[in-house]
C-alpha cells in the first residue's frame, strides 16, 4: 500500500465488549476486506476477531460469478463459513443479453449443489442503480431464475431489495416463493414488515438500524416476531454508529445487536440465542458438511 492510499484508507473501529452468548453474521463480503481503499483485513484474522467477540461463524455472500466461486470456496476452508451464491441484481444487466445471462446463472446452480453452499443471494431487485426496459428485464429474468434454483435446492433465498418493495413481494408470490426466505438488510417500511410477518419471511437487521434517521428500521425491527429476525453487518458496508464511514466488519456485529435488544427492550441473551436459533433453522449448521 502506498503512503497516499495508506492516509486515505479509514481505520478499522476498536473491538465491541464480547458477547454472552455467540450469533451469527448473516450476511459478509469478506472477499472486500482486501481492498486497501476500505482497510484491508485477511479473511482469516476478519474471522479470527469476530470469533473472539462472540460471533461464531459467517454467511459470505456472493454478488457476481466470480465471488460466488470464492464464497463455496472459502466455506470448504474453513468451518466458520457458509456460502450464499447468485449474481448481484445490478450484475445481471451487464450481460447484455439473456443467452449471456444463462450461461452465467447455469454455473450459480451447479455451485448450489455443494454441500456448504446454504443459500441463493444475494438477488433480487434494484430500482435504485439499474434502469431502462432492457436492464430491468434482464434484472427480473435473474431474479426469478435464482428464486427456481433456491427451490430445486431446498435452500433459503436472500433478497437484495432496493427501492423494489412491491415487485419483489409480487414476483415471489407470482412465481412461487422458496420456503425460507431473507430480506437481507431489511430497508422496508412497517407495511413491508407486516407482509413478512404474514407469509413467515425473515427480516435480517444490519447497522443502518442504529442511523438515527431510520426510524421505519426500529419500527419495523420492533413489531417482527421474535423468530423472524436475522442480524447482519453487510460488511464492509454499513458499520453501526457511531463507527459510520469506518469499514465494517463482523466483529462488529455486537453493536448492532446490543441495539436491537435496546430497541426491542428484550434481555441482551435472550436476544441473541434467538438470532442463533433463527440463523440456524435458515442456513443449517455450520459443521454439517465440513
Known amino acids: 500500500m502506498s503512503e497516499k492510499q495508506s492516509k486515505k484508507a479509514p481505520s478499522f473501529a ?53 465471488s460466488s466461486k470464492w464464497c463455496a470456496e472459502l466455506a470448504t476452508k474453513d468451518s466458520r463459513v457458509l456460502a450464499a451464491v447468485a449474481l448481484h441484481p445490478n450484475e445481471a444487466p451487464l450481460y447484455e443479453t439473456i443467452q449471456r445471462l444463462d450461461d452465467a446463472i447455469a454455473e450459480i446452480a451447479e455451485l448450489a449443489k455443494q454441500p456448504r453452499v446454504r443459500a441463493i443471494g444475494e438477488t433480487g431487485l434494484d430500482f435504485f442503480r439499474t ?5 430491468l428485464a434482464l434484472q427480473q429474468h435473474s431474479f426469478e431464475e435464482h428464486i427456481r434454483i433456491a427451490k430445486e435446492n431446498n435452500i433459503a433465498l436472500m433478497i437484495h431489495d432496493r427501492d423494489a418493495h412491491d415487485e419483489v413481494v409480487a414476483t415471489l408470490k407470482r412465481v412461487g416463493a422458496p420456503e425460507k426466505v431473507v430480506f437481507h438488510c431489511y430497508s422496508g417500511e412497517t407495511d413491508l414488515a407486516q407482509i413478512c410477518i404474514e407469509n413467515g419471511w425473515y427480516m435480517s437487521f444490519a447497522g443502518n438500524i442504529t ?3 431510520n426510524q421505519h428500521l426500529r419500527d419495523s ?5 421474535a423468530e423472524l429476525i436475522l442480524i447482519e453487518t453487510d460488511a464492509p458496508f454499513l458499520a453501526p454508529e457511531p463507527f459510520r464511514g469506518r469499514p465494517n466488519a463482523p466483529y462488529l456485529v455486537p453493536i448492532t445487536a446490543r441495539f436491537m435488544a435496546e430497541t426491542r427492550g428484550q434481555d441482551l441473551n435472550e436476544l441473541c440465542a434467538q438470532l442463533a436459533l433463527n440463523t440456524e433453522t435458515v442456513y443449517g449448521s455450520w459443521s454439517e458438511g465440513f
Open 211 to 213: 442511523i438515527k434517521r
Open 14 to 66: 476498536p473491538a465491541p465488549e464480547p458477547l454472552e452468548v455467540a450469533v451469527y453474521d448473516n450476511h459478509c463480503h469478506l472477499e472486500f476486506e482486501f481492498d486497501e481503499q476500505l482497510g484491508a483485513m485477511p479473511w482469516i484474522e476478519n474471522l479470527d476477531l469476530a470469533e473472539s467477540v462472540g460471533v461464531k461463524g459467517v454467511l459470505q455472500v456472493g454478488v457476481t460469478l466470480e
Open 131 to 135: 434502469d431502462g426496459e432492457a436492464s
Open 221 to 225: 425491527l420492533k413489531m417482527a416476531p
